[in-house]
């Protein structure tokens, strides 16, 4: 099993650019997340998702759109990048029939908005 | 709310034992534990569900405290490759189902030999 995989490793945009950061899972995991992670605060929940087709909002959703067409696939989508949100982005996911389970990460995406 | 991990940084000797706390002001349904090393993805510590339950693994244990909404890790005798940051997560349920995870800002363990 490849886990959980996330790409890019690495992005540079450019302020008002949009993109998507790919998530992908190979264990049939039904709850997925997104969350970001910036120096001195922690990870932040965005948005996360509990089954195909079912998506609901972190913390902090606003600039950032997800949708859940596959159990395996998790898009994150950026409309309109802004520097507020340079920052290294995680994807999770895990087991769950109710409750949270054991959480799997992804490498992680760094991504930095000039 | 982002739950309060203390302290924010440790520095430790091997071998020597060391407690992260974890406290909220919301009643929680669980509590997990996850380590970071630097530039890596957080791994899986352990999970603390509601009920007082202690939970162990190696020399690292966990204790839930449910009617203080605190929880605690502890590490016993510490080796080099505790170091790195560890983040608790509390989940509160305000649903029927999961709703995700909010995590705290970490505690930094400097294990040096």
């Known amino acids: 099993n490849a886990g959980v995989t996330q790409t890019p490793k690495f992005q540079v945009l450019k302020t008002g650019q949009s993109m998507t950061l790919q998530c992908a899972q190979d264990m049939n995991h039904e709850y997925m997340s997104w969350y970001r992670q910036d120096p001195g605060m922690g990870l932040r929940l965005i948005h996360y998702s509990v089954g195909a087709g079912i998506t609901d909002q972190g913390e902090v959703p606003n600039g950032y759109n997800v949708s859940r067409s596959t159990t395996e696939d998790f898009p994150l989508r950026l409309l309109s990048a802004a520097p507020s949100q340079t920052s290294v982005y995680f994807c999770a996911s895990s087991y769950s029939t109710g409750g949270l389970s054991e959480q799997y990460f992804g490498p992680g995406t760094r991504l930095t908005v000039t | 709310q982002q739950p309060v991990q203390s302290p924010q940084a440790v520095i430790l000797r091997e071998g020597e034992d060391a407690v992260i706390n974890c406290s909220s002001s919301?009643?929680?349904?669980?509590v997990h534990w996850y380590r970071q090393k630097h530039g890596e993805a957080p791994i899986f510590l352990m999970i603390l569900l509601k009920g007082g339950e202690q939970k162990g693994h190696d020399k690292i244990s966990a204790s839930f405290n449910e009617k203080k909404q605190q929880s605690s890790l502890y590490l016993t005798a510490s080796q080099l490759s505790y170091s790195g940051t560890y983040f608790c997560?509390?989940?509160?349920?305000?649903?029927?189902?999961?709703?995700?995870?909010?995590f705290g800002k970490g505690t930094h363990l400097i294990i040096q030999p």
């Open positions: 919301k009643a929680l349904y669980s």
């Open positions: 997560g509390t989940e509160i349920r305000s649903g029927g189902g999961a709703d995700g995870l909010t």
